[in-house]
């Protein structure tokens, strides 16, 4: 049996991401839409993140990785945007779907690139080792975060006027991620 590489752990949660982003853009049921984007929302900020530092981080590095690793980080940049759209009350509007629509289109396209090019020049310029040292911290970060964020959400509550307000354990450590 091989060890896993960095790449194989990226791959499990590109999966997750299509298979969200699928099952948003079909659905028309608006508190099914609010779980479902919750939860791609909590795996794309927490993949985004472990990514950046074990993969892009290491491909910034080198002359050959840059380029590529800039137009990657700028893709999660549209994406995060998308998200900050999204990220609204009324999810049962036919902007919301649309702007939905939109993100699931980018995030196959970076998804697409990344396992057809990105990964590709990561795979030469990173040793064997290197890409199982690089799976292993992966994995343990974007479960970390997977678990950081995904608290963070549930501690934010929207009443019924659509005031938000903070869970005293939100409140009570401030620099949980926005």
Not at 22 to 30: F, M
Not at 63 to 78: F, I
């Amino acid at each position: 049996m091989t060890t896993p590489t960095l790449f194989d752990a990226l791959r499990d949660s590109h999966a997750i991401q299509r298979s969200l982003c699928r099952r948003l853009t079909r659905t028309r049921h608006p508190q099914r839409r609010e779980m479902l984007f919750l939860q791609l929302k909590v795996e794309l900020e927490a993949h985004a993140a472990a990514e950046e530092r074990f993969l892009y981080v290491p491909m910034l590095m080198t002359d050959s990785g840059l380029s590529a690793t800039r137009h990657a980080l700028s893709e999660h940049h549209d994406i995060e945007e998308l998200c900050e759209d999204l990220s609204v009350r009324d999810k049962a509007s036919a902007e919301w779907a649309e702007t939905m629509a939109a993100l699931s289109h980018k995030v196959h396209h970076h998804l697409r690139e990344e396992e057809r090019k990105f990964f590709k020049v990561g795979g030469r310029l990173l040793t064997a080792r290197h890409k199982a040292q690089l799976a292993r911290d992966y994995e343990k970060d974007v479960v970390r975060l997977r678990r950081l964020y995904a608290e963070h959400y549930r501690t934010l509550a929207v009443d019924a006027a659509g005031a938000v307000r903070l869970s005293r354990r939100a409140a009570q450590h401030p620099a949980a991620p926005a």
